[in-house]
């Protein structure tokens, strides 16, 4: 059997390698290793970014548990409001009305209407001709009447002439004493047929007076319901009516525990609905009794005329019914819901807690709370809106204003 050897031979120029397969493996894994603290390093970083920084909580009031993500517990300015004296101003809404609505009827027996001399809104005096009727038939009337007193004269006259006649013939026995009676009869019942007749003209002169319809009083017409050729009966009413003297008033309803403050000869102001100025007035009367459906009491407070002010229309009135001392708040603290109005303090172990309120005035001062708070809490000054109860805080208190 023939062996053949081969021989392997290297040039100088050629490079023997060697690959060391235990090495490489080793260097394998300290890559990845390292690559793995490095993704390690680089969560821990991003969750410690994504972690608000000290104090960030600070004013902040978020729902519970929307701050507690690594126990923050939200910093809220809070206000110990202590109690202020403040003028006590009722508000109550109510509609307009003439302080003295007067109708104006026909006083006469009626008739066709001749004229109209006046209109809504015009101011008339005492006794002026509103309108006037037809009164060519009660003319003529009067003048018949008239024509009768005359006639009646004439007859107690004659009657008298021979009253006299007769008595001066008694004494020469041509004339009976009876005959005289009869005379001195006829004399009187003549003389009480002229004041019969008197009396009838005058009352018929009367009647044509009244077929004038005039003004009872001075002031301003709110209402005409009458035109020219209308025909009116006796005792037609409420063809005009008049406001007496211009005078106007607002008939405020409030309740009965805002009725008990109220007294006459407060001031008060009344803003018209749709009109952007106030008017003075003063409160004239205050009902005596409460409406047993509505449990609303009426206040009236009478203002002088104003062009803004129209009988029925509706307004605001605001009373001034003395002072009191109250917590005053401001509006930011006072909260709303469909329970009614509230607000949030801070008890003893920082938590908050909802306490309801009745509010009374609201002005630039503040809100000033008539029951729910004493003065001494902790309120809640802006936050509100974002805390719920029970949720704990972190209170900072601000100075009351």
């Known amino acids: 059997m023939l062996h053949m050897n081969r021989e392997t031979r290297l040039d100088r120029s050629d490079t023997l390698v060697v690959v060391d397969r235990s090495r490489r493996n080793r260097n394998l894994l300290i890559a990845a290793a390292l690559a793995v603290?490095?993704?390690?390093?680089?969560?821990?970083?991003?969750?410690?970014?994504?972690?608000?920084?000290p104090g960030a909580a600070a004013g902040q009031g978020g729902p519970a548990g929307a701050g507690g993500r690594g126990g923050q517990v939200p910093t809220v300015s809070v206000v110990v409001p202590g109690r202020s004296q403040v003028a006590r101003v009722i508000t109550a809404s109510g509609a307009l009305a003439a302080r003295r609505d007067q109708p104006v009827g026909a006083a006469g027996q009626g008739g066709r209407v001749t004229?109209?001399?006046?209109?809504?809104?015009?101011?008339?005096?005492?006794?002026?001709?509103?309108?006037?009727?037809?009164?060519?038939?009660?003319?003529?009337?009067?003048?018949?009447?008239?024509?009768?007193?005359e006639s009646a004269r004439a007859s107690a006259a004659l009657a008298q002439s021979e009253y006299q006649r007769s008595a001066s013939l008694v004494g020469r026995g041509f004339v009976s004493k009876a005959d005289l009676d009869r005379k001195r009869s006829a004399r009187d019942q003549a003389q009480a047929q002229v004041r019969v007749a008197q009396a009838q003209l005058g009352a018929a002169r009367a009647g044509v007076g009244l077929l004038d319809i005039k003004a009872p009083t001075a002031g301003l017409v709110l209402q005409r319901n009458l035109e020219v050729g209308q025909v009116i009966g006796a005792g037609s009413q409420g063809l005009f009516r008049i406001a007496r003297g211009g005078e106007m008033e607002m008939r405020a309803q409030m309740s009965q525990q805002d009725l008990a403050a109220v007294r006459t000869g407060m001031a008060a102001t009344i803003t018209p609905l749709g009109a952007d100025k106030t008017i003075p007035g003063s409160v004239w009367q205050v009902a005596p009794v409460i409406d047993p459906q509505t449990r609303l009491g009426e206040v009236r407070v009478a203002v002088p005329y104003d062009p803004s002010i129209r009988p029925g229309g509706f307004a605001e009135a605001k009373i001034t019914a003395g002072g009191t001392t109250a917590p005053l708040l401001p509006q930011s603290a006072v909260l709303s819901d469909q329970d009614g109005n509230f607000a949030y303090v801070v008890n003893g172990k920082n938590e908050v807690e909802r306490r309801s309120i009745k509010i009374g005035s609201v002005d630039e001062?503040?809100?000033?709370?008539?029951?729910?708070l004493s003065g001494q809490e902790a309120v809640v000054l802006s936050a509100g809106p974002f805390l719920n109860p029970g949720q704990k805080i972190n209170p900072r208190r601000q100075a009351a204003r």
């Open 365 to 372: 001062n503040g809100v000033t709370i008539v029951e729910g």
């Open 115 to 149: 004229a109209v001399l006046v209109d809504a809104g015009s101011w008339v005096r005492a006794g002026q001709t509103l309108a006037t009727v037809d009164r060519s038939v009660q003319v003529q009337q009067t003048a018949q009447l008239a024509a009768a007193v």
């Open 37 to 53: 603290a490095v993704l390690i390093g680089a969560f821990f970083l991003m969750n410690r970014s994504d972690e608000p920084a």
